[in-house]
């Protein structure tokens, strides 16, 4: 998948920054995003979640990055 590095942002860019990616995407696309703030990854799948794409995968790597893979909508 497309991948996006938020790690050392916090939000609201983080979410802002996410839903710009996913934009040019075609739908079903999936975007890998990576970050290291907790409210982030707590907050960014949410809210792209309540935009109308699915999170298809949540992972914290031993390094403390949250991996989370969205898959757009339609």
Known sequence: PAALDLRGEVC???F???RLALEPLGPGAVLRLLI???P???DVPRSL???G???VATARRADG???IDIRRGG
């Open 49 to 51: 979640a309540s935009a």
């Open 12 to 14: 609201p860019y983080t």
């Open 16 to 18: 802002l920054r996410a």
């Open 65 to 67: 990055v949250f991996v």
């Open 53 to 55: 794409h699915q999170v």
């Open 40 to 42: 982030s990854a707590r």
């Open 36 to 38: 290291d703030s907790e």
